[in-house]
C-alpha cells in the first residue's frame, strides 16, 4: 500500500489549505487512518485520526480549525485546514493502519508566514 500525500504549500496567517492523500488500495481496509506532522526541531504528533469503531478526534492544538474526511470512492483523505497559524507549519503525513501494519506516506510541507 502506498500512500500519497498532496496540497502543501506556503500561506499566510489566517489562511486556508487543503491537503489530500490518495492510497493505491481501499481506504475501507484500514483499521484507522489520518494525518500528523512534524514541526522543525520537534516530535512527530498526531493531528487527526479517524476510525470506523471510534469516529474522527482531533488533537486540541487543531480542534474546530481542521477538518478531516474521507472519500471511499476516490480511496483518498482530506485534511481542510483553516484559520492558520505560524506554529502550524510542520512537514505533514499521512499514516494509516491495517491490524500490525503501519502505512507513512511521504511529507508535504506547509509553511505559514507572512
Known amino acids: 500500500v502506498q500512500l500519497q500525500a498532496s496540497g502543501g504549500g506556503l500561506v499566510q496567517p489566517g489562511g486556508s489549505l487543503r491537503l489530500s492523500c490518495a492510497a493505491s488500495?481501499?481506504?475501507?481496509?484500514?483499521?484507522?487512518i489520518g494525518w500528523y506532522r512534524q514541526a522543525p526541531g520537534k516530535q512527530r504528533e498526531l493531528i487527526a485520526t479517524?476510525?470506523?469503531?471510534?469516529?474522527?478526534k482531533y488533537a486540541d492544538s487543531v480542534k474546530g480549525r481542521f477538518t478531516f474526511s474521507a472519500d471511499n470512492a476516490k480511496d483518498a483523505v482530506s485534511l481542510q485546514m483553516n484559520s492558520l497559524k505560524p506554529e502550524d507549519t510542520a512537514v505533514y503525513y499521512c499514516n494509516a493502519q491495517r491490524g500490525r501494519l503501519v502505512y507513512w506516506g511521504k511529507g508535504t510541507l506547509v509553511t505559514v508566514s507572512s
Open positions: 479517524s476510525s470506523i469503531e471510534s469516529g474522527t
Open positions: 488500495g481501499s481506504i475501507s481496509a484500514f483499521n484507522n
